[in-house]
């Protein structure tokens, strides 16, 4: 047994072998860097969602090895802003894919992408189905943090700000990042900003409504956020993580729980 979370990079090889033979789950994170507002650090939703992920796997060790990052995403439409690192959708689907596909190869079976940034999530989940096409026998799953039914009641239940108040560089990703690092949050140059034009089936919170429309950010936002920055606190930020953990373990867990899928002949008949 492992007395310890599983870093991947970490690992001899030998180690990998072993690791590989145990049921396990390879947890990467996703995320990008770019602006978030005046009043945080470029590299928001790396911090966070590395956060997320190496808390669950503390939580774990037995359950999961905990890949290194992918840290720059898709975010072309984020570019006006200075400091964001965008990568082609094509070229980050498929990188995202040959990740997976590389842990099947060592012998991995199971294996869970969770993203953080929100305009990476088509193509993570693209990434996932493609491996699981090309390996018939794994088991790649996709998720946004803070995307369950539970965790959303539970966003509910710690939010102060009203609708339109969470979206971006907003009260849960500036709590967060206060709850894991204090000091490179500025809260004097917090502001709430909602610029998006909402409407029935088309706004912007941390569950969007069903239909996606994406301009260039800074059409709608000149300081980069979307949602109440004010409203950001430690306290609040130790919650959300603390329902991300247990949602990611939620996660982790489904996909041991599932049998490895296996292909068969079609047959008219049951």
Known sequence: MWSR???????????????????????????????HGPHLPIDTDVR???????????????????????????SPHHMDFPGPITIGWDTFTRYCRDVGSSLARHGFRRMLFL???????????????LVCVDHPEVLAGSAFYLSGRRALERIEEIRDSDAGGMAHACELETSIYLAIDPEAVDMEKAVDERGFPAGEYSYMEWSDGPMRVMPWWSSFSVSGVQGDASKGTAEKGEAFLAAAVEECLGFVRDLLAKPLPERREPRETL
């Open 115 to 129: 993203n953080g940034h929100g305009s990476n999530q088509p193509f993570v989940d693209a990434a996932a189905r």
């Open 5 to 35: 979370p599983l870093l991947y990079e970490r690992l001899s090889w030998p180690e990998v072998r072993r690791a590989a033979g145990e049921e396990r789950v390879c947890l990467i994170p996703v995320a990008t860097l770019e602006d």
């Open 48 to 74: 966070i969602t590395w956060e997320i992920c190496r808390r669950t796997a503390g939580a774990a060790p037995d359950e999961i090895v905990l890949l290194p990052i992918v840290p720059h995403g898709y």
